[in-house]
Nanobody
Framework: VQLQASGGGLVQAGDSLRLSCAAS????????MGWFRQAPGKEREFVAA????????YYSDFVKGRFTISRDNAKNTVYLQMNSLKPEDTAVYYC?????????????????WGQGTLVTVSS
């Protein structure tokens, strides 16, 4: 399985970005997908996740209402729409895929990881 994340960049506070993660190498539609992030000097933390086919969706409290996770199974791609970005959202964002249908907020429960895409939000 290969996950290719893209869409990061340098933006100002209040701006929006949409991250994409294209998956290849195995069946995509039945596997849960997640987004995590890691800021310099901090541990990797959960951002958002959705189950296979997008039935169940979870968000961390600090992005709820601002970020939206979605998936297009026909394109084997998961998205993270990020609105109202804040400087504290600055981090490398990683997409990940579980081997199972149900979503999880725990990084250790994801089997495959993308290379990460850097999001920098200036004040």
């Amino acid at each position: 399985v290969q996950l290719q994340a893209s869409g990061g960049g340098l933006v100002q506070a209040g701006d929006s970005l949409r991250l994409s993660c294209a998956a290849s190498g195995r069946t995509f539609s039945n596997n849960a997908m997640g987004w995590f992030r890691q800021a310099p000097g901090k541990e990797r933390e959960f951002v958002a996740a959705l189950s296979g086919r997008g039935v169940s969706i979870y968000y961390s409290d600090f992005v709820k209402g601002r970020f939206t996770i979605s998936r297009d199974n026909a394109k084997n791609t998961v998205y993270l729409q990020m609105n109202s970005l804040k400087p504290e959202d600055t981090a490398v964002y990683y997409c990940a895929q579980r081997l199972y249908y149900s979503a999880s907020i725990t990084p250790a429960e994801y089997a495959y990881w993308g290379q990460g895409t850097l999001v920098t939000v200036s004040s």
